[in-house]
């Protein structure tokens, strides 16, 4: 059996005692008699203070000679330090090497994001990213109690389905003994049949889609919740969403304190989700998009962001001449802002070089079409919170849409856009329940009719009125986190180009 040792995050707990812990080697710094040794274990980091004369020789080589990375056995002392991290420091007396670790390739100095994604197995240890897969484990805890605690039924659809749902330009297919078979992009069809049976159920599964475009916001390979209900309309429906959502951002705004300060994000933001969400029709959108306020917030955004370019560079040149006088610690400072400083300068370039089209994009939208990515983000920029929009043009959704009765030319769907430009979060509506508008429409996009018996029998036996939608996991975290692209959000992300590690 192995020896019973302490997690670093409780060792608050144990202030006064003598601890064992184990873990890894995540920085070092120190010399001659005294070296201290940041030692992280999955569930924090804590720093430990080897000193030579506390310890025996063969301890002290151990945390002379261990590299990063290295694993540790470590025992010691638990101090009150309120300048460490977690206000704890370890007073070691002896440290054990479990594995010394061969020259580790992610340092402390920058690295290009494709160099970090070929070592997505290793840059999971780092701890921007350990902070982010805290966040969306808690998300997906706040997702299961939130419908848990609402009466739904959580239900696994299947990954090997013979059908479409979201169109046909994005299926992956394979062979399913004979026949032809697709990797679900949506459990959607198969969470209607459920909900039949259930009344309220919700999926939560991955779903495929082939992505032929390099984005931000799409992976091949995402994670997706999808509730069904039935008997509720459109409104019940947006309503579900917004609770989600609310309940999503406050039990990660009480538990998540930590990880969104290691991550930068602006707590500020997140406070300002709060119910109710406005509710805009897509009609009301393309206003939007057409409106002299829409060309004013980009310019100021303009203007903004090339100040903040200016602040950050001004920075950077007053680091880099500091750096010759300054003391090992500040070094390592300066270097580490440096880093977040060229972050963020290529994310304002980036943006710099694309807010000129999204002016154009906007202005020049036509009724009818769909939003664009940049169309997206210009509307969640008019409102500090997600907003909901819905009845969009029939043409440009799905085949499974009900119409509009006020309007056929409309579908009852709608979409979550997540504020500071992040866009989408949500889809869904709606459900058309007559049987021969259905027919009618799968014919219409092309679809194969004799793949759908299944679904055409929901609308036999006890046709009702129901609505559901489908919340991207790694959309949501990615706004809640403050992140650039959904890359980081899953522990190995799928992309065009991308199925290695
Ligand atoms: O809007 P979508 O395509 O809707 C559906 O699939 C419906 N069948 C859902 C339903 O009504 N039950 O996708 C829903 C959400 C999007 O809002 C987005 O958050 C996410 O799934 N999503 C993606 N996330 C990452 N990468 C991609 N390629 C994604 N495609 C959709
Ligand atoms: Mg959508």
């Known amino acids: 059996m192995t020896e019973p040792f302490t997690s670093i995050k409780s060792l608050p707990e144990h202030v006064g005692e003598r601890v064992t812990l184990k873990g890894w080697l995540y920085n070092k710094r120190g010399s001659k008699a005294l070296y201290f040794l940041i030692l992280r274990d999955g569930t924090g980091l804590v720093q430990c203070v080897v000193n030579q004369d506390n310890v025996d020789e063969t301890s002290f080589a151990v945390a002379e000679t261990a590299t990063q990375e290295s694993a540790l056995e470590i025992v010691g002392t638990v101090n009150a330090d309120e300048r ?108 209607e049949a459920m909900a039949m049976a259930h009344g309220k159920i919700y999926t939560f599964g991955p779903t495929f889609r082939a992505e032929k475009s390099k984005t931000r916001r799409h992976l091949t390979e995402f994670w997706m919740i999808e509730p069904e209900m039935a008997f509720y309309d459109l409104d019940m429906d947006m309503q579900v969403a917004e609770e989600l959502l609310l309940a999503i951002v406050g039990d990660v705004l009480r538990d998540c304190r930590d990880e969104l300060e290691i991550l930068g994000r602006d707590f500020a933001k997140l406070d300002l989700i709060q119910g109710p969400f406005p509710r805009i029709s897509y009609d009301e959108a393309v206003e939007l998009l057409h409106s002299d306020e829409t060309q004013r917030i980009l310019d100021a955004e303009h203007e903004e962001t090339t100040a903040e370019e200016k602040v950050l560079k001004e920075e950077r040149t007053a680091n880099r001449a500091a750096y010759g006088q300054a003391k090992k610690g500040e070094k390592r400072r300066i270097d580490a802002r440096e880093i977040d400083i060229n972050k963020r300068l290529d994310e304002i370039e980036e943006d710099l070089r694309n807010i000129p089209a999204w002016k154009e994009s906007a202005a020049n939208f036509e009724w009818g079409a769909d939003f664009g990515g940049s169309d997206e983000t210009v509307l969640t920029k008019h409102f500090d919170r997600p907003i909901i929009v819905h009845r969009f043009p029939a043409v440009i959704k799905a085949f499974y849409m009900k119409r509009d009765p006020e309007d056929d030319r409309l579908a009852l769907g709608m979409d979550v856009l997540a504020p500071e430009g992040y866009g989408e979060i949500v889809g869904g509506g709606e459900r058309a329940t007559d049987l021969a508008f259905l027919k009618q429409q799968v014919q219409d996009h092309g679809l194969p009719e004799e793949v759908f018996d299944w679904y055409f029998d929901l609308r036999r036996y006890g046709s009702v009125p129901h609505s559901g939608f489908g919340i991207g996991l790694e959309r949501t975290v990615a706004w809640i986190c403050g992140l650039h692209h959904v890359r980081e959000t899953i522990p190995f992300p799928r992309l065009m180009g991308r199925i290695h590690p």
């Open 84 to 191: 460490q991290v977690g206000g704890v420091e370890i007073h070691a007396e002896s440290a054990t090497l479990i594995a010394q670790a061969e020259s580790y390739p992610i340092t402390p100095k920058e690295h290009g994001v494709e160099f970090l994604m070929d070592n997505r197995h290793l840059w999971l240890r780092s701890q921007r990213q350990w902070a982010i897969m805290r966040v969306r484990n808690r998300i997906i805890m706040a997702i299961h109690a939130y419908f848990q605690s609402e009466g739904y039924i959580q239900m696994d659809p299947p990954v090997l389905t013979g059908n479409a749902v979201e169109g046909t330009s994005t299926l992956f297919e394979l062979e399913y003994f004979d026949k032809p078979a697709y990797l679900t992009q949506s459990g959607q069809l198969h969470g």
